[in-house]
């Protein structure tokens, strides 16, 4: 139950980051936004790591989890802000939303006690989420759908692989000592990608602010999945997570006046109730 409360924060975080994606400029591309959360959101949890973090505790092999999970956290967010920025939404958003897929997948590999009734869960989870996205996508944009998917693809696999070997690293260390490794290694890579595909990194000053309340939010979200790790059945965090498209529907319905179908609501309580099926 720890991981999935955990996870459900992580998800409720990045459900209120997702809101704030909505402020910013779609012409600002994938990579000043991405470096600015990273970057601002480091700064935010600076101070608490300096209080909280126990360095000299931590094994080298977790940092080196740590650092390889920075540098797949930072390929799977390029690939979510190319592939949104492309779009449509119900073409992507249930292609990274599979990625539980591959975390249940590693945690059956590594041996964990999955049973049959965990895979249906996960499957209403992600037919949930995926009948969401696809639902609520009235009159977006239509870009090259090659592109989405390929970026797409990048993302979801990207996103399960980060967050296991953030896990497995809080097994060796606490959350707060694998932060700043991880965070560093996903702003190095992210660079080196800019670098790579040529993109530019400077962000709108306007938007500063948005990037800084994302960053904070991204922060609470990949502590609170990372420290499943501690826990049992840490997979489950990663699969409460991937709600967090769902939650940024039903936040705007509250708060931005948007609205459901019962089609879509049925669909919300049937993901909540296999999501609460995991804990028993």
């Not at 809101?19 to 400029?25: A, N």
């Not at 591959?102 to 037919?127: D, E, K, N, R």
């Not at 502590?223 to 840490?234: I, K, L, N, Q």
């Amino acid at each position: 139950m720890a991981s999935l409360m955990l996870g459900l924060l992580g998800a409720f975080s990045w459900a209120v980051h997702d809101l704030c994606v909505r402020k910013v400029s779609a012409t600002q591309g994938a990579f000043p936004p991405l470096v600015s959360v990273l970057v601002l959101g480091s700064l935010v949890a600076l101070p608490l790591t300096l209080i909280w973090a126990e360095p000299a505790t931590a094994p080298p092999g977790a940092y080196w989890r740590a650092i390889a999970a920075g540098v797949f956290y930072a390929v799977a967010g390029v690939g979510l802000y190319k592939a949104l920025g492309i779009g449509p939404v119900r073409l992507v958003a249930p292609i990274i939303g599979a990625y539980p897929i591959v975390s249940m997948g590693l945690a059956a590999y590594s041996g964990s006690p999955l049973t049959i009734v965990h895979w249906l869960a996960v499957f209403v989870v992600i037919g949930g989420v995926a009948f969401i996205a696809i639902s609520s996508d009235e009159g977006a944009s239509d870009g090259d759908k090659a592109q989405a998917i390929g970026w797409s693809l990048l993302s979801g696999p990207g996103f399960a692989i980060a967050f296991a070997l953030s896990q497995s690293a809080t097994m060796l260390a606490d959350e707060w000592t694998m932060l700043m490794p991880m965070r560093i290694a996903a702003i190095a890579a992210t660079l080196l990608l800019a670098l790579a595909l040529r993109e530019g990194l400077l962000p709108q000053r306007k938007s500063l602010w948005i990037f800084l309340i994302m960053g904070t939010l991204d922060v609470i979200a990949i502590v609170s999945v990372s420290a499943a790790g501690s826990f049992a059945y840490p997979e489950f965090a990663a699969v409460a997570a991937s709600t967090f498209g769902l939650i940024t529907v039903v936040l705007a319905t509250i708060f931005l006046g948007e609205r459901l179908r019962a089609p879509q609501w049925t669909a919300v309580v049937a993901v909540f109730a296999a999501i609460g099926s995991l804990g028993l």
